[in-house]
């Protein structure tokens, strides 16, 4: 597999705004960019306000991983590429990704509940398989948990099909994995260059390790 790049950072402190206000379904005013680690706080953020509400389903430490601090934030964007989302000004989404040797695999996705129907989960998707295609990476990957059923929809609409392998857990909460290949995803290029923005306003993808 290509390497896929490393980034080096100053790791900093940042605090976010405390609440969001809710969105207007205004899809054209959302962007998505690479993440600085001015970033850091704000994708912590993100990531808690789009798992509270399933934090009844994972274990402690499950959720914790799902959820990780500032410090674990910036320590990934030295593994790898950080996108976040922004609509009017303000971070609502984000996703990332790690070099394994079996692919590219996708890890700490979330969109926060006032800006789902924005299709913003599919815009995090087409950037990241943008950037394997031009790495040159065979495969896409991402765990999921079972009870996250919209985005488990979504990923399957995009291309991701549930595969056997592990992990099958995330610290005792279940999981199992799903994976694109980037053959399917240049025949879809090649076929919408531009790629669609539907909808995916649920995205979740629980972090492993």
């Known amino acids: 597999m290509a390497p896929c790049g490393e980034a080096k950072w100053n790791f900093g402190?940042?605090?976010?705004?405390?609440?969001?206000?809710?969105?207007?379904q205004s899809a054209s005013e959302v962007?998505?960019?690479r993440a600085t680690t001015d970033d850091a706080a704000w994708v912590v953020s993100v990531l808690r306000q789009a798992f509270a509400e399933y934090e009844p389903l994972y274990t402690e430490q499950g959720y914790v991983a799902t959820t990780p601090?500032?410090?674990?934030?910036?320590?990934?964007?030295?593994?790898g590429p950080v996108w976040v989302a922004v609509y009017r000004e303000q971070i609502v989404g984000?996703?990332?990704?790690?070099?394994?040797p079996e692919g590219i695999y996708i890890r700490g996705m979330a969109v926060i509940p006032s800006a789902r129907g924005l299709g913003i989960g599919r815009r995090l998707l087409d950037e990241i398989q943008r950037f394997a295609i031009a790495q040159g990476c065979a495969r896409l990957l991402l765990s999921t948990t079972p009870f996250l059923n919209t985005a488990i929809r979504?990923?399957?609409?995009?291309?991701?099909?549930?595969?056997?392998?592990?992990?099958?857990?995330?610290f005792g909460t279940p999981l199992f994995t799903m994976e694109k290949t980037v053959a399917l995803a240049i025949e879809e290029e090649r076929r919408n260059p531009k790629l669609s923005n539907t909808a995916g306003e649920r995205l979740h993808t629980p972090t492993t390790r």
């Open 13 to 24: 402190a940042f605090s976010p705004k405390a609440t969001i206000p809710s969105m207007t």
């Open 31 to 33: 962007q998505v960019r």
């Open 69 to 79: 601090g500032v410090r674990e934030i910036a320590a990934r964007m030295g593994e």
């Open 94 to 100: 984000t996703g990332s990704v790690v070099p394994k």
């Open 154 to 170: 979504l990923y399957e609409a995009f291309g991701f099909r549930r595969m056997n392998d592990g992990p099958h857990d995330l």
